[in-house]
């Protein structure tokens, strides 16, 4: 049964299409990942559901009530904890994680306890009677985090939960959101780690331009890639212009499926090519053009591949786009075969 059912949503904000007929499903129960590049509708789909904005056209139903028509009722059932930390600097966590079982009329008794249990879970102690001001950023993420879960809702909706926190805390979470999930609630997440979906999402949907792309469970979503992945770096790989030169002579060795050039590492080649076989041609091609190879390896398809595929750029391009450093859209598109 599905917890979450988006259909059809669209918003814009002044002439920006933010989404753009986005439908999702999010089965009670699972934890899901939302993957997608800067810009591409996350948080406005989040926040749509978490009924603190109205979509301009589609349906929001959780928990089989309309948000749109209900939002008092169906914000009981969410806790959403944002992307952006906006924690009050004069009250010390505590104060503030009481204010916010105060919103959700808690009684005192139980807010107490639950408050207690989650500065000892989050490991909060040390500094929660601080005042949230000298918060770090990893501290901020965990209270608001802690917030979040206080009303003990249905729905957990994180944005972006472990952002630029270190190893442990980030573990930290990860544990916590899969109790959590051991428990019954059902997690919504958004993120830009990869890996992070990978380990812990059981579904995951890709949006980019404000509708979905990619569905399904990641594993799923690998296996329908098929194929092997190809790594090869070859010596003269010093700038683009060479290694594309190596990526024209490969492109019509007969298996090979896709190259990309991966400009995060070294402009060596990616390529996807149907079978183990497919490799000794590659090398057979290379030796007679007196290419010498640096280093090959072979491995299964990654959600980077699936977000390649539904993309047509790697997640890596598509950050360094937004930094502003050029458009890689485009040229990615076209250095695919
Ligand atoms: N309040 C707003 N006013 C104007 N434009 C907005 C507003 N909120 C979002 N947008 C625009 O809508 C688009 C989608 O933004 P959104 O925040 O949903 O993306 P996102 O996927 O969460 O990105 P990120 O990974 O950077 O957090 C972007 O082009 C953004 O600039
Ligand atoms: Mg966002």
Redesign the pocket.
Known sequence: MSLVELKNLK?E??T????NDLSLDIPEGSLYG?L????????????ILSTL?EPDAGSVMIAGLDAIKHPREVRKQIGYVA?EVSIDKILTGKELLHFQGDLYHINSELRDKRIAELIKRLDMSEWIDRRAGTYSGGMKRRLDLACGLLHQPKLLVL??PTVGLDIESRSTIWQLLEELRFQGTTILL?S?YLEEVESLADQMAI?DN?RVIAEGAPEYLKQQLGGDRVTLRVREFSNELESGKVKDLLANVEGVRQIVVNRAQGFSLNLVVDNELVIQRLQTHLNKAEIPIFAISQSRPSLDDVYLQATGRTLMDAELA?VGKRDKKQESKSSMR
Not at 16 to 19: C, P, Q, S, Y
């Open positions: 918003k904000f002044g920006i299409a933010a989404l939302l997608g590049p800067n810009g591409a509708g996350k948080t406005t789909t989040l926040r904005i992307q944005d972006e958004s830009h949006i404000g937004l």
